[in-house]
Protein backbone atom coordinates (compact mmCIF):
# COMPACT_ATOMS: atom_id res chain seq x y z
CA UNK A 1 0.00 0.00 0.00
CA UNK A 2 1.05 3.50 -0.81
CA UNK A 3 0.39 6.16 1.69
CA UNK A 4 0.03 10.26 1.00
CA UNK A 5 -0.18 12.33 4.10
CA UNK A 6 -1.17 16.30 3.42
CA UNK A 7 -2.67 19.08 5.53
CA UNK A 8 0.54 20.21 7.66
CA UNK A 9 0.84 23.79 7.32
CA UNK A 10 2.13 26.91 9.81
CA UNK A 11 -0.67 27.69 12.79
CA UNK A 12 -0.93 29.76 15.74
CA UNK A 13 -0.88 28.26 19.26
CA UNK A 14 -4.62 27.22 20.08
CA UNK A 15 -5.29 26.76 16.57
CA UNK A 16 -6.19 23.86 14.73
CA UNK A 17 -5.46 21.49 11.68
CA UNK A 18 -6.51 18.55 9.87
CA UNK A 19 -3.95 15.91 8.56
CA UNK A 20 -5.08 13.80 5.85
CA UNK A 21 -3.52 10.34 4.91
CA UNK A 22 -4.35 8.56 1.35
CA UNK A 23 -3.84 4.80 1.05
CA UNK A 24 -3.77 3.50 -2.44
CA UNK A 25 -4.52 -0.50 -3.07
CA UNK A 26 -7.53 -2.49 -2.25
CA UNK A 27 -6.55 -3.55 1.01
CA UNK A 28 -6.97 -0.35 3.35
CA UNK A 29 -9.40 -2.10 5.69
CA UNK A 30 -6.76 -4.83 6.29
CA UNK A 31 -4.46 -1.88 7.75
CA UNK A 32 -4.47 -0.47 10.97
CA UNK A 33 -3.60 2.98 10.43
CA UNK A 34 -1.66 5.09 12.97
CA UNK A 35 0.12 8.71 12.97
CA UNK A 36 3.35 9.23 14.19
CA UNK A 37 5.64 12.61 14.54
CA UNK A 38 9.33 13.45 14.29
CA UNK A 39 10.79 16.81 15.64
CA UNK A 40 14.80 17.53 14.52
CA UNK A 41 17.02 15.80 17.76
CA UNK A 42 13.88 13.97 18.61
CA UNK A 43 12.63 10.19 17.91
CA UNK A 44 9.67 9.07 16.19
CA UNK A 45 6.86 9.76 18.76
CA UNK A 46 3.81 7.85 18.25
CA UNK A 47 0.63 10.11 18.05
CA UNK A 48 -2.83 8.39 17.26
CA UNK A 49 -3.56 4.67 15.63
CA UNK A 50 -7.12 3.62 14.73
CA UNK A 51 -7.86 0.05 14.30
CA UNK A 52 -9.21 -1.77 10.92
CA UNK A 53 -12.88 -0.83 11.64
CA UNK A 54 -12.51 2.50 13.19
CA UNK A 55 -14.24 1.16 16.16
CA UNK A 56 -10.95 1.84 18.60
CA UNK A 57 -8.33 4.10 18.91
CA UNK A 58 -5.78 4.82 20.86
CA UNK A 59 -3.78 8.35 21.78
CA UNK A 60 -0.41 9.44 22.87
CA UNK A 61 -1.06 11.35 26.74
CA UNK A 62 0.41 14.51 24.90
CA UNK A 63 -2.17 14.38 22.54
CA UNK A 64 -5.28 13.02 24.07
CA UNK A 65 -8.21 15.29 24.18
CA UNK A 66 -7.02 17.59 21.59
CA UNK A 67 -6.60 15.06 18.75
CA UNK A 68 -8.97 12.96 17.18
CA UNK A 69 -8.13 10.28 14.19
CA UNK A 70 -10.70 8.77 12.48
CA UNK A 71 -10.97 6.85 9.06
CA UNK A 72 -13.04 6.36 5.83
CA UNK A 73 -12.59 3.00 4.54
CA UNK A 74 -15.01 3.63 1.66
CA UNK A 75 -12.25 6.43 0.36
CA UNK A 76 -8.95 4.37 1.87
CA UNK A 77 -8.63 7.70 3.86
CA UNK A 78 -7.62 8.38 7.51
CA UNK A 79 -7.47 11.62 9.38
CA UNK A 80 -5.74 13.45 12.36
CA UNK A 81 -7.89 16.14 13.16
CA UNK A 82 -5.55 18.60 15.77
CA UNK A 83 -7.36 21.27 18.13
CA UNK A 84 -5.45 23.59 20.71
CA UNK A 85 -2.40 22.92 18.94
CA UNK A 86 1.21 23.48 20.93
CA UNK A 87 4.38 24.73 19.84
CA UNK A 88 5.73 21.49 21.03
CA UNK A 89 3.63 19.47 18.58
CA UNK A 90 5.46 21.01 15.47
CA UNK A 91 7.23 18.35 13.84
CA UNK A 92 6.95 16.24 10.93
CA UNK A 93 3.69 13.75 10.66
CA UNK A 94 3.92 10.49 9.08
CA UNK A 95 0.55 7.90 8.68
CA UNK A 96 1.54 4.29 8.41
CA UNK A 97 0.21 1.13 7.71
CA UNK A 98 0.33 -2.09 9.54
CA UNK A 99 -1.01 -5.57 9.08
CA UNK A 100 -2.44 -5.59 12.88
CA UNK A 101 -0.71 -9.01 13.82
CA UNK A 102 -1.45 -11.19 16.57
CA UNK A 103 0.97 -9.16 18.97
CA UNK A 104 0.88 -5.85 17.18
CA UNK A 105 1.61 -3.06 19.10
CA UNK A 106 -0.48 0.22 17.41
CA UNK A 107 2.12 2.20 19.46
CA UNK A 108 5.47 0.92 18.47
CA UNK A 109 6.65 2.17 15.01
CA UNK A 110 8.46 -1.01 14.23
CA UNK A 111 5.57 -2.81 14.04
CA UNK A 112 3.96 -0.74 10.78
CA UNK A 113 5.17 -1.63 7.00
CA UNK A 114 4.53 1.23 5.16
CA UNK A 115 5.06 4.81 5.73
CA UNK A 116 3.53 7.91 3.54
CA UNK A 117 6.45 10.55 3.43
CA UNK A 118 5.11 12.91 5.96
CA UNK A 119 3.39 16.67 5.81
CA UNK A 120 5.01 19.38 8.11
CA UNK A 121 3.42 20.51 11.19
CA UNK A 122 4.54 24.23 12.58
CA UNK A 123 2.85 26.01 15.57
CA UNK A 124 4.03 29.54 16.89
CA UNK A 125 3.76 30.46 19.64
Known amino acids: VQLQASGGGLVQAGGSLRLSCAAS????????MGWFRQSPGKEREFVSAIMRSGGSTFYADSVKGRFTVSRDNAKNMVYLQMNSLKPEDTAVYYCAAGNGRIGFNPRNYENYDFWGQGTEVTVSS
Open 25 to 32: GRTFTSYV
